[in-house]
């Protein structure tokens, strides 16, 4: 599989120097065509009241840089959601305690780790590969503000052998 594409703005902020003005021209005027509205980012309704709060801190946060937008709305929910159901998880195992008391077919009563330690850490990878996309970690709003190297006017042997 190949990589996944970046809009123009991020590549030119990377440093990507593989494309023509024209053609960086072209991509511009491309993405600003397919640029969805963003007038309809509002939370689902399925979502419960903490997950609700939580979309509408985030999107509020995100419509101010104009980085979200309605067709990311679904993927928003679905990070408000698995965070909604971390919070559940929290609580439930502050409440019960890590471990666990588990009878077996032996009739033997053990202490073993609370079952829902697993579906914490699978909310957790969740909503961590749903932030990353969303720049709602420091590393990646790290990668997006990279500072845009500066354009010299390449010397003559660079026009003749490019930039080796």
Not at 56 to 62: G, Q, V
Not at 88 to 102: A, L
Not at 126 to 150: C, D, H, N, V, W
Request: charged share 35%.
């Amino acid at each position: 599989m190949g990589r996944k594409a970046k809009p123009i703005e991020l590549m030119l902020i990377q440093g990507s120097k593989h494309l023509t003005k024209k053609e960086i021209e072209e991509r511009k005027q491309a993405e600003a065509k397919l640029k969805p509205n963003a007038n309809k980012v509002k939370p689902p309704a399925w979502l419960d009241d903490v997950a609700k709060k939580e979309f509408k801190r985030i999107a509020k946060e995100l419509q101010e840089i104009d980085l979200i937008t309605n067709v990311d709305v679904n993927a928003l929910a679905a990070y408000c959601d698995a965070y909604s159901d971390y919070i559940k998880c929290t609580q439930i195992i502050q409440e019960e305690g890590m471990m666990v008391e588990y009878t077996n077919k032996a009739a033997e009563t053990n202490k073993v780790p609370h079952p829902l330690l697993t579906k914490k850490k699978q909310l957790h990878e969740q909503m961590k590969s749903l932030a990353t996309e969303f720049g709602l970690t420091p590393s990646s709003r790290a990668k997006i503000a990279l500072p845009k190297k500066e354009e010299k006017e390449p010397t003559p042997e660079e026009r003749l052998f490019g930039d080796v």
